[in-house]
């Protein structure tokens, strides 16, 4: 069943801070582990963190089908643990199922990428996306228009080449995207970097001082966005399209994610 | 492992005309035999069409959870069925995994909405949008915005209230359908409409000589489409964002699925 | 008089495919002769193609006055010979005289860069336009920006300096074509090339191979659509921006053209 | 021959102020007749105008076919009356040629729509466009659309239903057209009003006092423009895309067309 | 002297939570003491702020001249008070000074509407802003234009008519304003309300239940997100177009916002 | 108090031409120089140009911030002198004030960057803005959007380096600003190009013969558009957006620009 509290104790003091759920869409669980840190690094005193690796997927997204898989296994993963989170973040920097999940659950849900390009929004007026692979470019564009923010974007550099492994591509590359950086900063006129891709959690930290823009880490910008939600707690919409879709049957879908479409609104 | 043609063999005559692959993402038979049906009255002499239903998701999709559903379930499909289809058409308005598709397999994919917005863009400068249930409305507009097609969108009209029956909500509400039709070639200035969604395959044919411009059935647009690509027979791409992504360890995909991304390009 | 069939007729089964009238608004037979050819290679069974040549205007057309003049010939050629066309071709990239066309006859009228870049959208996400001379540049560009896709264009490439002949370019020119087309796929991002201009007609099939992504060639994605549409049978417009202009008196103009505007609607 | 002067003789004081060569293309003397006498009115001490009337077109110009043939009808009037004018402008509100007159010819070419708008663009946010027809609106939509300027528009309204004659139908329809400018305030948020169409010159002095904005004469906005473009001087272009075309042969046009095209560059 | 800090102590624990630096670039302590109020029922624990009222000006901010007025008083008061904040927060809902205050100072700054509509994001597709008085419509949407937001504006309502008082509009005018807001979610299909405008401080939490859809308050997303960023640490620019302009003479300035810009980067 | 003409008489004949108040919102006499003999130069028989400097702000406007304090400065000069002005031109690059001034005033306002780009629409498709320093881009860009004018736009360039003295800039790069305009129109499709900036004032007429396209001068377009407007004599609006703000108290502002605020509409 969704993530549902009952409104009456929403008036209650809260014992302690926001409860944050962190779903990695993909299968490899040292990428959660890097996730979890950086977010950790950044976190209210009162944040409780419960990162989550999917169990089905691929070991990383680059792609428009890989997107779409993870997207659908983020559902299934905020049906199944949900139940008591103030607010969830889909730790995927294209946001794999991210409209889909603000329509089915109650707590507010962050997607890592707008979470960083709209934080990013505040510290300029466009922003570059850089990241490791050439390969992630057509979907993070994409997922930028779905955003609506091509306006404020600047550019999308990316590397060239292969990386010895996806979980340590920040340390090994931590040069050669310091140099995108400032050639974001120098040719395409970008005033913020936005360092993309989870197994970039926590980089930003290090090359801070080699880029002279602000950047902004992905994970930690949707971990305060999380906690900003999670304190301003706005209702669930009960019109609109993001309203909880009418209770519809279901054949084949994961026990949590299939009762939570066949409860309905 | 996913369709694919020796070169070789695509210079030879081919003995009959394209074998077209009718993708209905959702579990409701008789909407695929409302698709088929209606495709099956406006296809060439030789073409063939193989119409299927899924196995898993919702009878049938509005919103943009169902349609992340939906979206893997038409590439399981894909990636079962494909094998020597020439073309084939994802039969959901909202075109989900459209995208994904394209990247994954070497024959043409169609999405149903792309099809019909195309074909009316060759009607009129600009086309409304036309549909049966307000709950479509999100998931329609951002399909229009991911295809990069708004400037060309005169306005979306669609109907509130209950129906029926999914399967036969277009004779059901045909008058006001056309109806709506007229008020949007009136007040929002359309040039064409297109009837959108799956349940009203063939309805346009019936309410034809009732709307003042042309109308444009999304069905039957995607399979003069599918055998327009057919006959044109590009080159699957190795380069660019649709080249087949890189073969990719999978956990808990169907056997077709898993084996077309553990394959790879 | 204006192509009219009696709409009687209309349901009868027809004898034989669709008639295409292929109007070529310069005077080079020619280029008339490469379009006609490369058309009846993808050209369906029954297909009947009416290729025409020009009377007065340019040898060709790469400029914005120019094509207006084209655009003015090209109603004058449907006018003269519309009658029994099922759909008709305005074969010139840029499209002159193609809402005109639309509005005055009752059959379908495509155009061949409009048409070239709406089966380059199904093919991908983004596309180049690739031609061989830069004084085709703006009115190109144009052309896009006037048929409201320019979301979808990654780039325009041409060639720079001069050719030896306009009839023969694409063959003079194939092998600097195909290096502007790797820079379209590599720099611009470019998913799917369209080779633009009547002169390079035929040429997507002979470079095919020697390009990353699928190529589309613009006469016979014109020929594709059109069959498509003839066999749609839109209904012609009666309301809308699209319907045929009322009567009006005329000085000057050719008979054929005259007619068709002092019958008005 | 395209009218050129000798660049020598520019430097010179010129006798007197600049001669405005004011092309209506249509065959209305009568509405030629009004754009003479509403451009009179604003005319600086020292301007000349000559106002010409096309030879062959239709009675006024309200649709796509008819604004190409105007187009054309236009470019032949400039070649032949350009000789020695320091600016022209073409005066039908969708600018007909606009863009292949720049290309052609040495001295400047205003647009009455075009001059129009950039002049109700320094008065305000946004302006609203009203005229006596809705059939003129797709026509102007598209004019609007084709300067890229769409940001600046508030609206476009139109009167619906016959009128008496097209030379009068300004006083005729005065009050519902001041009616429709203040709806186009209240409810579209215009902070212009552009009173659109030949056929209403000099109506914007008479009811500019019952209007509670600003309200721009087509005609006499584009005078004025004529006058600061004659007396700015601009070089013409001789790279770009407003360079002359290069030389090249004709067939069919008229003489002075011919020999402008047949001269080049 | 603007604030800075010596970067060695950023990495020592900070003793408390961030200091924010609330301004009201208005002249009315009652609208500056209800923005301070509704910013402390959301302020995490640690959390100090200081609210400041504009010494000259007006009494409320309603247009464009009102605004670029507030703007230079908003960078007066943060010379003069920024020395110690963490981050700043400008506190009328069209941003007044708000990309010059980012360029000027190291410390973040947020704009209220800035923050208001990237909180609104994460809670959907489109927002509408409501408020309470048509005179801030033009200056609230090009607010929208400023940050490239508009793609995301499902529209904008505002009350006609007068109302008794500034500071205490919000509650006259609660049932009126529930009322627009239940309009933009029927009408113009918003899926977010943001209340706009100071005078509304702390109105979106009394109205929150009788609204279908979540309810930005500005001040208290401002507050969220100045706490976010304070967290985040974003480095001062030192490069692109936020980092502080070369020192410059200045002439008849305030003595803290001439020391600013004469000291320079 | 604002300048206001008695409405009775406007019908008066004239006894000379426009009255055209230039203001310089910098404090550099030098540059005011510059700006009225380059006015000057092309100004009509009768007109009268007074032109201002500054007396607070700084000596020439490169930054957000220094335009936001230019932008009050211009209001508070136009509130002191404008009582007889037929026509204001502001005349900073990038228009300060110029919306402010819009409502306050009665007469006309012309921004020098608006009346530049408007002006070079009429001379080709797309212009490119080329001037002296790289630090005046993100200011540039950010006024070319709010101006709603970026499809126009082909390209920014600036030269990047040191200059002696900003009075003589323009002397002193003029061969570089002349590459500059070239690379524009070779490598961005610039069809014109404007010469930005106040210190380039009169630069064009120099170049002019060095630059293959249309060269437009800031304050030379932006004179001719204050003829224009003051002999198209518009109305003050009395609605919309642009209509005088309601008189509302103020504390600590000039007189004049207090006067003008507290008297009110």
Not at 12 to 31: S, V
Not at 127 to 146: D, H, M, N, P
Not at 180 to 195: F, K, P, Q, T, Y
Request: charge should be neutral; charged fraction near 20%.
């Amino acid at each position: 069943m969704p993530a549902r509290r009952d409104p009456a104790h929403r008036t209650l003091p809260r014992p302690a801070g926001p409860r944050i759920l962190l779903i990695n869409p993909n299968i490899t669980q040292a990428i959660t582990d890097r996730l979890h840190e950086a977010a950790l690094a950044v976190a209210g005193p009162g944040t409780t963190i419960t990162a989550l690796t999917a169990r089905r997927g691929v070991p990383y997204i680059a792609s428009r089908a890989e997107a779409a898989i993870g997207g659908v296994v983020a559902l299934e993963m905020l049906a199944e643990h949900g139940h008591d989170a103030d607010a969830a973040i889909i730790a995927a920097f294209g946001d794999p199922g991210l409209g889909a999940a603000r329509e089915l659950f109650a707590f507010p849900v962050i997607g890592m990428a707008e979470a960083a390009m709209l934080t990013a929004c505040m510290l300029g007026r466009r922003f570059s996306i850089v990241s490791f692979s050439t390969t992630l470019g057509a979907w993070y564009r994409e997922c930028v228009e779905q955003h609506g923010l091509s306006e404020r974007l600047a550019g999308l550099r990316l590397l060239d080449g292969p990386f010895a492994h996806i979980t340590t591509v920040g340390e090994e590359k931590a040069t050669a995207l310091v140099e995108l950086a400032h050639r974001s900063v120098e040719e395409d006129g970008a005033d913020v970097i936005v360092l993309a891709g989870a197994p970039l959690a926590g980089l930003a930290a290090i090359v801070r001082d080699r880029v002279p823009v602000p950047v902004v880490d992905g994970v930690q910008a949707a971990l305060k966005q999380a906690e900003a939600l999670a304190a301003l707690r706005p209702r669930k919409a009960i019109a609109g399209s993001f309203r909880r879709p009418a209770a519809k049957q279901t054949k084949g879908l994961t026990a949590a994610l299939a009762a939570t479409i066949e409860h309905g609104e």
